[in-house]
RNA sequence: GGGUGAAUAGCUCAGCCGGGAGAGCAUCGGCCUUACAAGCCGAGGGUCACAGGUUCGAUCCCUGUUUCACCCACCA
């Protein structure tokens, strides 16, 4: 952190110019290193670890919102004093980059097979130099106090160096293994996936229901399909076990039409006996559950596509054929030999590549597993335990869940761009090492040439374990002593179980402690109709353009304000536009301060004694104090919207609309004592206003307290404002509610009247209460100012003057003589209907009242509140009652 | 098939421990009042989805229903 000084100070323009407010600032904080992690001893520590967006990734909404809330955190801390480190970096993101690159070189009519493995990924590489910074740089844009001396990437050395620690240890504690099992394959990637990769969406299909022969000709079994093709891969046919139907299947067994093949029936508890004919093709090598039944019988896996999803040779006369061109030809080909009973149309779920949307082909293949029950019992411990605290809550049975039903974790990619796996084979004598650097020469045989294995490691292996592999393990670093374990981790929900439960496993696992204390799981950004945004629909919000338009600030307050923790936030431009409104009032508000306090040094109100202050102050100063508890327990608590509107309210409703207009005959009077306390308190509250609002809107708030007097260094590391008891006043609050209600008593009537604003009234207020009396005279002249009044009585009594309109406001009766402009009938049903409204609500309150078991069982200080309001209201009715009388003396 | 969330003003949403609802935008009326027309002042607008229950008292708690959204799941 630095004390240097700012760029010199300046009157604040007429309109606030936030392009070149922003960029200047955010070079200034970069040069002042102000984002750098203090690890100072005695100091609390606060960390957060970004989620690291996709090297290939732009900034979008979604990036916009959950980065706005981790900034809103790490400069709310940091000004509270906090070893505050907000780690950057970006994920190499396997399969997404290397088809970016594919697509990169297929310009220039090429393959990655046509460059090798080698020249591809340095090809990768050299992409990641030119491409990779463009969302860090939108990151940037967005005011993200990042430590970017620290910025990370998983397919850095350090980072690598973390995974293939990590592999081995796995390895060697059994909980990595390499098997034969069936995997999710996706045909374009040419790669297996994980279960959460794979994509399950309802598609409008078909169910073809064949005939298959019994092997002695005297019948057949109908089985029904929704992917023909795979009929080339049975290997059986599965029956219910008790199913009498086809008992007598067991010694003959069935033919496999269009190939003659004779195949086994088994009997299976899988099968459901009322789901079709209750007979089930059996492809242990294309499907899940049939893979399952085949282990269970033993039956032969036979694998008709290849890699492509192109039939293979096994597929014989069909070989060559895609697997969609596949499943039509045999579809015909059925129906012209006659083994077709039906085409049903058949609604199903159809898992899909969850980065290319090509239909997952489930096969057979040689791949590497995480053992992940043992680690997930450790991730359920610690939820269960509270060491990691999940918001909103609602998630916790999602995640036991999950949890609970979770399967062993496919890591091995058939991909190129990502950490290969570090295993080596000896060419030599076939002995097979996992290792943490590549072995010089085979330990057993001493063979220097060793292969190593191709596949590489799926992208969320190296994600699960950024929270610790970014601060240096597995080196024991001062990053890791002082920030470890973060201490919140803000992401979307919908990587819960990819990222989430993961680095939870890993770091519970790996480092013996969780990964964060706290997680923050906030929505997702839709369109205003609740839509997801896609480039197709045309319905994307982008933050980039909206920052352009609208300024960065106003963004990020919009963000701020709609993250109530839900499921979704329904964002529409108007509200960004809105919200800019805000920000141009704040400037505005700064400006009028700074007419008026030029003079003034730094403030110094905290010091003073607000007892003698004047009410305006009084009040403004406790509900400045107010406000900051608000907002500080609000932050405390993630809850983002309620810190924004908390500050919102005050600064428009309260500072702006109330207090200045309250202060303004102080600021521009004659009296030099009540100009002078005026000053200060202006400036004591513009400051801690900009303060509580620098951690939202960081731009606008540095500007501003540059023009502030005083010398001036960055409000980023001014201490984040506390309470102040001294400010504490209640009592202030009350009296400004009767001044304000009378105010606004006195403008309904200018308003109601039609009165032009520049036409002087004269006005009476009729207050039975001496006390109150009294302070209405010491608040006269305001009264008069805010209502443009040019004369004012107060009286304990008084008469109603011909022509006069008025209002009630508790026990208070408002008179305004308007001669000429009063319309009787019209003041008449304006009484009428706030009688019947007073009279609705008393009679409520006295039923309750008069009901024994409410003044029994509520308790005492509710009952207490209902006799005062009864008493309020039954002196409003009053006061109603003998206004609309003398009203009515004027018909 | 299982699970979760939502339903409050015309729109988008707040509403912590149950004491009879708030904001922004939009609408209507009046204002270029020397910080701000990206503004100021005033006003209107809600059977808190529906039906029961618990309670002195329910937008809030419980049960059921309807509608919508999402997640998980191996009925071919």
Redesign the pocket.
């Known amino acids: 952190m630095t004390t240097d000084t700012a760029p010199a100070r300046r009157d604040l323009a007429?309109?606030?110019e936030f392009k070149e407010v922003e960029a200047r600032w955010y070079q200034n904080w970069l040069d002042h290193k102000n984002f750098r992690a203090t690890m100072e001893e005695g100091k609390p520590s606060f960390s957060i670890v970004i989620p690291p967006p996709n090297v290939t990734g732009v900034l979008h909404v979604g990036h916009a919102l959950n980065n706005t809330m981790q900034d809103v955190l790490v400069r709310y801390r940091r000004m509270q004093g906090c070893n505050t480190l907000w780690v950057p970096g970006t994920d190499h993101a396997g399969i997404a980059t290397q088809n970016v690159v594919e697509r990169q070189i297929a310009t220039e009519g090429k393959s990655r097979h046509d460059l090798g493995r080698e020249k591809f990924i340095e090809r990768v590489w050299q992409w990641r130099e030119e491409k990779g910074g463009t969302i860090i740089n939108q990151l940037k844009h967005l005011g993200c106090s990042c430590d970017w001396d620290r910025e990370r990437f998983t397919m850095d050395e350090g980072l690598s160096r973390a995974v293939r620690t990590v592999f081995v240890r796995l390895y060697k504690e059994g909980l990595i293994y390499k098997g034969d099992y069936i995997v999710n394959w996706c045909p374009r990637c040419k790669t297996a996936l994980a279960?959460?990769e794979?994509?399950?969406e309802?598609t409008a299909g078909k169910?073809y229901h064949i005939r298959y022969p019994y092997a002695d000709g005297s019948g057949h079994v109908i089985?029904?399909?929704?992917?023909p093709e795979?009929m080339l891969g049975d290997t059986a046919v599965?029956?219910?076990p008790d199913d009498e139907r086809y008992q007598h299947l067991r010694e003959i067994g069935v033919r496999l039409p269009l190939t003659g093949r004779t195949i086994p029936v088994v009997f299976d508890h899988?099968?459901?006996?009322?789901?079709?004919?209750?007979?089930?093709?059996v492809t242990p090598s294309h499907?899940?559950?049939d893979y399952?039944i085949g282990l269970r019988h033993n039956l032969e896996r036979l694998k008709v596509m290849d890699d492509s999803g192109i039939m293979n040779e096994a597929a014989g006369p069909y070989a060559g054929l895609d697997r969609f061109a596949c499943r039509k030809k045999i579809v015909a080909d059925l129906e012209e030999q006659g083994f077709l009973e039906k085409i049903e149309d058949?609604a199903?779920?159809v898992g899909q590549c969850y980065r290319c949307k090509t239909v997952v082909e489930p096969t057979t293949s040689l791949q590497w597993f995480v053992s992940v029950k043992p680690l997930a019992a450790k991730a359920v411990a610690a939820v269960r335990d509270g060491h990691i605290a999940i918001h909103?809550k609602?998630?916790h049975?999602?995640f036991y869940?999950?949890m609970d039903?979770i399967?062993d974790w496919c890591i091995s990619r058939q991909i190129w761009w990502g950490h290969q796996i570090p295993a080596w084979t000896c060419d030599a004598c076939g002995h097979f090492m996992v290792e943490e650097e590549a072995p010089a020469a085979c330990p057993k045989c001493g063979a220097a040439t060793l292969s190593q294995e191709t596949d590489v490691l799926d992208t969320w292996f190296s994600s699960a374990l950024w929270p610790f592999s970014t601060l240096g393990w597995p080196d024991r670093t001062r990053e890791l002593k002082f920030f470890y374990p973060t201490s919140v981790l803000i992401t979307s929900?919908?990587i819960l179980?990819f990222w989430v439960a993961r680095m939870m496993m890993m770091g519970l696992h790996i480092m013996g402690e969780p990964p964060f204390k706290d997680v923050y799981l906030h929505?997702?950004v839709?369109d205003?109709?609740?839509?997801?945004m896609s480039k197709s629909t045309g319905n994307v919000i982008d933050p980039l353009v909206v920052m352009a338009e609208?300024?960065t600030d106003?963004l990020r307050f919009t963000l701020t304000?709609?993250a109530?923790?839900?499921?979704?936030?329904?964002?529409?431009e108007?509200?960004i536009?809105?919200?800019?409104?805000?920000?141009?009032?704040?400037?505005?508000?700064?400006?009028?301060?700074l007419?008026h306090i030029k003079e003034c040094g730094p403030a110094i109100a905290r010091n003073i004694d607000p007892a003698a202050l004047p009410l305006s102050h009084r009040w403004i100063l406790h509900r400045l104090n107010q406000t900051t508890i608000e907002v500080t327990r609000a932050l405390d608590d993630y809850?983002f919207?309620?810190a924004a509107?908390a500050i919102?309210?005050f600064v428009?409703?309260e500072?702006?609309?109330?207090y200045?207009?309250w202060v303004?005959p102080d600021l521009?009077g004659n009296d030099a004592a009540a100009k002078a306390s005026a000053q200060a308190v202006l400036l004591a509250v513009l400051e801690d206003v900009l303060k509580l609002l620098h951690p939202i809107t960081p731009f606008v708030t540095e500007e501003i307290w540059h023009a502030l007097p005083g010398a001036r260094t960055s409000i980023m590391v001014e201490p984040f404002p506390t309470e102040n008891p001294v400010w504490h006043d209640p009592a202030a609050e009350e009296e400004a509610a009767l001044f304000?209600g009378v105010?606004?008593?006195i403008?309904?009537i200018?308003?109601?009247a039609?009165?032009?604003?520049?036409a002087e009234i004269t006005a009476m207020v009729v207050c039975p209460d001496n006390a109150k009396g009294a302070i209405f005279e010491k608040l006269a002249s305001a009264i008069k100012t805010?209502t443009?009044t040019k004369e004012l009585t107060i009286t304990p009594s008084g008469q109603r003057p011909k022509g006069a309109a008025s209002n009630i406001f508790q026990d208070l009766e408002i008179v305004v003589p308007l001669a000429g402009l009063i319309d009787v009938e019209k003041e008449l049903a304006?009484l009428a209907?706030e009688q019947a409204r007073v009279e609705g609500?008393l009679k409520?309150i006295q039923?309750?009242l008069t009901?024994?078991?409410?003044?029994?069982?509520?308790?005492a200080e509710?009952?207490a509140?209902?006799k005062e309001?009864e008493a309020e209201l039954t002196a409003t009715l009053t006061k109603l009652k003998e206004s609309a009388e003398r009203l009515e003396e004027l018909r």
Not at 564 to 572: F, P, S, V
Not at 577 to 593: L, M, P, S, T, V
């Open positions: 007429k309109a606030y279960d959460d794979v994509e399950h309802e169910l089985v029904a399909t929704t992917r795979t599965a029956v219910h899988h099968v459901e006996r009322e789901f079709g004919t209750g007979a089930l093709k499907d899940r559950n399952e058949y199903h779920a909103p609602t998630w049975n999602t869940a999950w039903n399967r929900f919908d179980f929505a997702l839709r205003k109709h609740g839509k997801k609208y300024g106003a304000a709609f109530a923790q839900g499921r979704e936030i329904k964002l529409a108007e509200r536009e809105g919200y800019r409104h805000f920000i141009n009032k704040i400037w505005n508000a700064a400006r009028f301060a007419m809850r919207n309620d509107s919102y309210q428009w409703s500072f702006c609309d109330w200045l207009e303004k521009y304000m105010v606004g008593a403008r309904n200018r308003s109601e039609q009165a032009h604003p520049s805010l443009r304006k209907k609500e409520r039923g309750k009901n024994e078991k409410f003044v029994a069982n509520a308790p509710v009952v509140k209902e309001k």
